[in-house]
């Protein structure tokens, strides 16, 4: 027998919790590849798909959307 589904409604905390360190992780390493003398040109272009992840991260975990669709699964379950 299997427990009924927990409904679990993550909050803007928690989602921030849990995106917080890849957005470090991503800054920090344009602040690195700027502190080696790269041209800040790169920083701009390099700056959006880390935020635009760290966004969609965030909505990810806010929405429960990645808890829906880790449940349950393991990795026996897959073959």
Do not use: C
């Not at 957005?23 to 590849?33: E, V």
């Not at 990645?66 to 349950?72: H, L, M, N, W």
């Amino acid at each position: 027998m299997t427990a009924p589904p927990v409904d679990r409604e993550f909050d803007r905390r928690q989602a921030l919790k849990a995106v917080i360190p890849f957005l470090a992780l991503g800054l920090a390493d344009l602040l690195l590849l700027l502190g080696w003398g790269l041209d800040p040109l790169w920083g701009f272009m390099i700056l959006p798909p880390i935020l635009f992840i760290s966004v969609l991260a965030w909505i990810g975990f806010r929405t429960g959307f990645i808890s829906d669709r880790a449940e349950g699964h393991t990795l026996e379950d897959r073959g």
